[in-house]
């Protein structure tokens, strides 16, 4: 009897390369050294080490949230026959398989032969058939499989003696959104002795691309020859918030769902020509150090209004404007500088607030105006924060209040004060604002009191999701502007997912945008989603419609490219020649690098475990009737041997023997799962 167990959550482990029998090689060769080891792809020959790879071409299109790369790569066969060409790919990070195409001849034209995405099993024998030898003319059998998350294989057979042989295939993956631009990282890409030639390109007009930092025009050409090359992709300036939604069912109450919400590189623009009203508390409850961190808030802020009129007033019992009325930013800045606060008993913050009020009401309300207060709002108790709403109605001023203190440069918003609600009336806020007179921490200043001249982040994000909850705290509070937030995740959801919705706040006004399913991001997604964490949590009967709809090669699925009327050939591939075919190669072979075809054909994989350790154990040295073997696989390759146990006392040489037998295991394509436990009880 065999009990298998099955993780929740695991992730994929890479599969090692393990030798199969003769029946089950298809005619590739491995040199020594394994090329699921190496960070360059790895270009063979089966007959000849003169076929060679001679161009390798990459056009790289950077979309919002994806990018793709259109591979097309060609071999030239120096040697004497007909040949098969193997690539094994190493993905960059995330990257999926999307299509396939061989370049043939059609009429006595070029023509590319796109391939179809098959069921891995099925497009590793029709591969195998057709590179088998026959009675017919060679043409073009193109197979990509899945060897694991990190690495693919491209077979293409036959290529013929002095011709080139070129292939296509796609590749996507996700960017990361940061400062305002979806970033790639792409490592070195290409053989060790031959890298690609990159063509770059915007998927949309008018976003611009960088690559290390400094923008680039479409259609510019990128050698890959660094270790890893920084690109970037600046959206065209805009004031919304962009996102998608791919919601796809995956199963029996399980969806894929993934969204992501980007805030644009500037949330929104300083005020032009605004007209403004400082109030600075000159009471006694004040202290001189905060007031002096009040006043340098308040310079770095109108260093962000060069064009504002701005009219500085003070305030203690009575309300004592600065000479001069309206003057230029430039001008208040300096009043500001020989400012001199002399403490006095009184704290009229309402006379100061409703003089402000009356100087800003005779301007247009075209024109932006703003009141900046810094106090410490100690007041008298007369003054309750409901009287305070009526005393900016004429202007219809927005107010921010700034709390000072001395510190490092830093602000942040108090919705919990008293005062909060008639403040955020107005579109304002209140803040508790920490400020250096450092020479070196000027640019800092500068930096974060342009938020009180113009929102830069969102604030009180929540996310939420028909169809079921999310996980509490799996957001942050503050969303900066140029920031995004992503999710993935598959769900038991209760419904389908119809759409997400965000929630914030740009100072104290409300932000909402909400996301529906698109077509086109679910299949995105289909595909992505075996570049990404969650394939460890999707089942063979999960992955096959997801792989399908996203057009992906998967662990389940393969491209088979082929020239209709292809079959075997006059110059196929003799049963067992790739195991010589590499001279001190010390090769192993491969079938159709999904899964071993092996020699156990379509046996049940408990059966095929119980007959064949069974007569591993009745081989083995005398003594224990029974024993239990417990295994763990990933598809056809045993990546775990846990346990040994024998009956009775414990038996050494009995425990050793079904130990190497179960490691030489040579498991047939039917052991398909990404990971299974096996336990074996075995008796004689």
């Not at 109450?253 to 969204?259: A, D, G, P």
Request: aromatic fraction near 6%; glycine fraction near 10%; charged fraction near 25%.
């Amino acid at each position: 009897m065999i009990a298998r167990k099955h993780p929740h959550r695991r992730a994929r482990r890479a599969r090692k390369l393990l030798p199969l029998s003769a029946a089950a090689l298809t005619g590739v060769a491995l040199a020594s050294g394994s090329p699921e080891a190496s960070a360059y792809d790895d270009v063979q020959g089966l007959r000849s080490v003169d076929l060679v790879e001679t161009t390798h071409q990459i056009d790289l299109a950077v979309d919002h949230g994806h990018a793709s790369l259109v591979v097309r790569r060609t071999v030239f066969n120096g040697g004497p026959r007909h040949d098969q060409a193997t690539f094994f790919l190493p993905m960059p990070e995330g990257a999926v398989a999307t299509s396939l195409a061989s370049l043939g001849v059609k009429d006595g034209h070029p023509f590319w032969f796109r391939g179809e995405l098959m069921e891995a099993e099925a497009a590793a024998a029709k591969y195998q058939e057709l590179t088998g030898v026959g009675g017919f003319y060679p043409k073009d059998p193109a197979l990509l499989s899945w060897r694991h998350q990190g690495l693919l294989a491209l077979q293409v057979f036959p290529c013929a003696p002095d011709q080139p042989k070129t292939v296509e295939y796609t590749l996507r993956l996700p960017t990361t959104y940061r400062g305002g631009r979806h970033h790639l990282r792409l490592p070195r890409l290409g053989t060790e002795t031959l890298s690609p030639v990159v063509m770059l390109s915007p998927a949309r007009k008018g976003d611009q691309l960088f690559v290390a930092g400094r923008p680039v025009q479409a259609g510019a050409a990128l050698a890959l020859t660094a270790e890893e090359t920084e690109i970037a992709l600046a959206p065209r300036a805009t004031r919304e918030i962009e996102g998608a939604l791919a919601a796809v069912p995956v199963g029996k109450e399980r969806s894929l769902v993934q969204f992501q919400f980007d805030t644009p590189a500037k949330l929104s623009e300083l005020p032009r020509n605004a007209r403004v009203v400082v109030v600075i508390d000159g009471s006694r409850s004040l202290s001189e150090e905060k007031g002096k961190a009040g006043i340098a808030a308040v310079k770095a802020y109108l260093g962000h209004l060069p064009d504002a009129l701005v009219q500085v007033i003070t305030f203690d019992r009575v309300v004592r404007p600065q000479p001069g009325g309206f003057v230029s930013s430039a001008a208040a800045r300096s009043t500001l500088d020989r400012l001199t606060l002399e403490p006095r008993n009184g704290s009229r913050l309402d006379d100061a607030l409703a003089r402000a009020d009356a100087l800003l009401a005779g301007f247009p309300r075209s024109l932006p105006r703003r009141i900046v207060v810094v106090t410490d709002l100690l007041t008298r108790s007369t003054l309750t924060p409901d009287r305070v709403g009526a005393l900016v109605k004429k202007s219809g001023a927005l107010v921010h209040v700034g709390l000072p203190s001395e510190g490092a440069p830093e602000l942040a918003r108090d919705d919990e004060h008293a005062w909060a609600a008639p403040i955020r009336a107005t579109g304002g806020l209140i803040w508790r604002a920490s400020t250096s007179q450092e020479a070196e921490d000027a640019a800092e200043m500068r930096r974060v009191y342009e938020e009180w001249a113009r929102p830069v982040r969102l604030d009180k994000v929540a996310v939420e999701v028909s169809g079921f909850a999310l996980e509490e705290g799996g957001f942050p509070e503050q969303l900066p502007e140029g920031e995004g937030v992503e999710h993935h995740g598959i769900h038991a959801a209760k419904g389908p997912v119809t759409e997400v919705a965000l929630r914030g706040e740009l100072w104290a006004s409300p932000v909402r945008k909400v996301l529906r399913p698109e077509v086109a991001h679910g299949k995105l997604w289909s595909a992505l989603v075996f570049g990404s964490n969650l394939l460890g949590d999707l089942s063979e009967e999960e992955m096959m419609p997801l792989a399908m709809r996203g057009g992906a090669v998967s662990p389940v699925t393969s491209y088979l490219a082929i020239e209709p009327g292809v079959r075997p050939s006059t110059e196929g591939i003799e049963p067992g020649e790739a195991a010589g075919g590499m001279v001190g190669a010390g090769s192993v072979g491969l079938n159709g690098f999904g899964r071993g075809m092996g020699s156990g054909g379509g046996i049940d994989p408990m059966t095929f475990l119980r007959k064949t350790l069974g007569a591993a154990f009745q081989s083995c040295p005398a003594g224990p009737r029974s024993a239990t073997v417990t295994l763990e696989t990933t598809l056809d390759e045993v990546v775990e041997v846990p346990a040994i146990q024998v009956d009775g006392a414990a038996d050494a040489a009995v425990s050793r023997c079904l130990e190497e037998a179960t490691w030489g295991l040579d498991l047939p394509f039917t052991f398909k799962a990404a990971w299974t436990s096996y336990v074996v009880r075995l008796a004689r």
